[in-house]
T-cell receptor, first 109, second 115 residues
């Protein structure tokens, strides 16, 4: 099984940078995903890491260290629309995802 | 419109009643999933299906059943609803079986209240 931890809440100012950490313990690692979920909506895919290192996609970047069981999602140049929950999910060798409880990010003007 | 649809959008159900949540995808994905999302607990996998004709149990399968008669549809049935099944239910689908970034795509969710 998987044990996935991420902070419950974070607050940041518009235009700033926020880093959301995720640690995991897994019995079979086959990739790590980050999803964004706005209140009352479905989760949507943000990023995917399977090898160590940084993946950059515009204002969002995700980092993975498999040896440390650690990932982070970096949100740059924060905008009000980035206020949402961010879900860390680990995929096992059967292609099933296990999700963390999510981090609610509030962006303030 | 391509994607995943779920029905109903929301439902209030009396305890003890039987209920089927519907999920349909038109992306021809092999795999489909049912999750429930509860405050503070995140998304938890109820049941999944890697291909039509097969199903498997997830983390919290008790009280739920599924079937996968074809590629597109994956209904979730609560045989006798209990208040602890009050939750938001998300259906998802993905390609599977390849070592790539195939992500899961989620439907809009069904909000269920069991009284």
């Amino acid at each position: 099984g998987q044990n996935i931890d991420q902070p419950t809440e974070m607050t940041a100012t518009e235009g700033a940078i926020v880093q959301i950490n995720c640690t995991y313990q897994t019995s079979g690692f086959n990739g790590l995903f980050w999803y964004q979920q706005h209140a009352g909506e479905a989760p949507t895919f943000l990023s995917y890491n399977v090898l160590d290192g940084l993946e950059e996609k515009g204002r969002f970047s995700s980092f993975l260290s498999r040896s440390k069981g650690y990932s982070y999602l970096l949100l740059k140049e924060l905008q009000m629309k980035d206020s949402a929950s961010y879900l860390c999910a680990v995929r096992d060798r059967d292609y099933k995802l296990s999700f963390g409880a999510g981090t609610t990010v509030t962006v303030r003007a | 419109i391509a994607g995943i649809t779920q029905a109903p959008t929301s439902q209030i159900l009396a305890a003890g009643r039987r209920m089927t949540l519907r999920c349909t995808q038109d992306m021809r994905h092999n795999a489909m999933y049912w999750y429930r999302q509860d405050l503070g607990l995140g998304l938890r996998l109820i049941h999944y299906s890697n291909t039509a004709g097969t199903t498997g149990k997830g983390e919290v399968p008790d009280g739920y059943s599924v079937s996968r008669a074809n590629t597109d549809d994956f209904p979730l049935t609560l045989a006798s609803a209990v208040p602890s099944q009050t939750s938001v239910y998300f259906c998802a689908s993905s390609e599977t079986g390849t070592a790539g970034a195939e992500t899961q795509y989620f439907g809009p969710g069904t909000r269920l209240l069991v009284l």
